[in-house]
């Protein structure tokens, strides 16, 4: 029972989390939500046969803020693009830049992080752009989140949640084929 998922929505439909089966039939059979759609599993007791939860629904708002994307070479790799902000180009062995360089109070920050291929990287070693005479393509910042982005992982395995996701797209290869 702990090892399906089941997507939590608000009471006005968006997508809130993701919990485990257990905890979706605690908050149904407490009053706290409701299945707006069931998996094909059912779990049984003694005397009563449940079918169990694929999405359910809170009975009451929850005021939540909006998830934030976590720092990590990963993600300011994604927020580039895979690319090089100094010459634009795609390579596989991208690395960090501090735009202001640590050693003079640069932060590790989504605003002074970016990606460099490793002859941009070394060409402005301790410097600014600007003091190296390189210019950026863009500038960098935090990445705004999606309610796609925090259910992604989950999409593939479970095609009946889609349509809660807004911003949620079908592969292309999948469309093609189709």
């Known amino acids: 029972m702990d090892t399906g998922y089941v997507l939590v929505l608000n009471q006005n439909y968006e997508p809130l989390n993701v919990c485990n089966v257990r905890r979706a039939m ?8 409701e299945v707006i759609e069931h998996a094909r599993e059912v779990i049984r007791s003694a005397t009563h046969e ?11 708002f929850i005021r939540r803020p909006r998830p934030k994307v976590r720092l990590t070479r990963k993600e300011v790799f994604a927020r580039d693009g895979y690319a090089c902000v100094y010459c634009g180009k795609e390579a596989r062995d991208l690395t960090l830049d501090h735009v202001i360089p640590r050693h003079r109070g640069g932060k590790h920050t989504w605003d002074n992080l970016v990606t460099a291929c490793k002859a941009c990287n070394h060409k402005k070693a ?23 982005y925090a259910f992604f ?19 292309a290869s999948a469309s093609a084929a189709g």
Request: net charge positive.
């Open 126 to 148: 301790g410097r600014t752009p600007r003091e190296a005479g390189m210019t950026m393509r863009r500038q960098p910042g935090e990445p705004r989140v999606s309610l796609y």
């Open 50 to 60: 449940f079918l169990l939860p694929s999405v359910i629904r809170l009975v009451h």
């Open 26 to 33: 605690v908050l149904v059979l407490r009053g706290k939500a």
């Open 153 to 171: 992982s989950y999409l593939g395995a479970q095609p009946n949640w889609r349509k809660f996701v807004p911003g949620w797209e079908p592969p």
